[in-house]
Antibody, heavy 120, light 108 residues
Framework: EVQLVESGGGLVQPGGSLRLSCAASGFSFSSYWMSWVRQAPGKGLEWVANIKQDGSDKYYVDSVKGRFTISRDNAKNSLYLQMNSLRAEDTAVYFC?????????????WGQGTLVMVSS | EIVLTQSPATLSLSPGERATLSCRASQSVSSYLAWYQQKPGQSPRLLIYDASNRATGIPVRFSGSGSGTDFTLTISSLEPEDFAVYYCQQRSIWPPITFGQGTRLEIK
């Protein structure tokens, strides 16, 4: 069974940092692009970042560029999101999701999500 | 950035009825549009990709159509478990990958 399990969320003060993890199982992790998508409380979905199979290409939404870094460890079947200089508007549930490839960007499946709250 | 506008914001229907949800793009996305279903407290689930292809395990009552700027998700006969929020997403021109704001399908 394909499974994605996020962890690392929590309460952090504005300006703080947090590192999210996503553990993948049930498929060949190193063969897929991976993504982070977030959802603010009561709001819609927002794509955050994508990373290529070998980590050589990374893309971000403008609002997180220079603050967030997506990475992966294929030996550990894990995806990461390092979040620095966090702002109140970063408060959201963060989902990791599998992407078939750069030419077929849809998200399937999704993890259960991890909640990040940025507040003083 | 391609903006996706979904309509209506809320759709109230009864089980057994036909649901038609719309997604309009600010510029052509060819057929590079996907649809997702999200139930309360759950993560989204892929329903349709490339406008009209059902994802694995998705019931045949779900169908997608359209190309260019206008797309439709149709649920032929609503089951109780279909009441949820539906999002469209484009991959034609990215970054950024963008989603619509969602349509809430509620029981009448």
């Amino acid at each position: 069974e394909v499974q994605l399990v996020e962890s690392g969320g929590g309460l952090v003060q504005p300006g703080g940092s947090l590192r999210l993890s996503c553990a993948a199982s049930g498929f060949s992790f190193s063969s897929y692009w991976m993504s982070w998508v977030r959802q603010a409380p009561g709001k819609g979905l927002e794509w955050v970042a994508n990373i290529k199979q070998d980590g050589s290409d990374k893309y971000y939404v403008d609002s997180v560029k220079g603050r967030f870094t997506i990475s992966r460890d294929n030996a550990k079947n894990s995806l990461y999101l390092q979040m620095n200089s966090l702002r109140a508007e970063d408060t959201a549930v963060y989902f990791c999701a599998r992407v078939p490839d750069a030419a077929n960007i849809w998200f399937d499946p999704w993890g259960q999500g991890t909640l990040v709250m940025v507040s003083s | 950035e391609i903006v996706l506008t979904q309509s209506p914001a809320t759709l109230s229907l009864s089980p057994g009825e036909r649901a038609t949800l719309s997604c309009r793009a600010s510029q052509s996305v060819s057929s590079y549009l996907a649809w997702y279903q999200q139930k309360p407290g759950q993560s989204p689930r892929l329903l349709i990709y490339d406008a009209s292809n059902r994802a694995t395990g998705i019931p045949v009552r779900f169908s997608g159509s359209g190309s260019g700027t206008d797309f439709t998700l149709t649920i032929s006969s609503l089951e109780p478990e279909d009441f949820a929020v539906y999002y469209c997403q484009q991959r034609s021109i990215w970054p950024p990958i963008t989603f619509g704001q969602g349509t809430r399908l509620e029981i009448k």
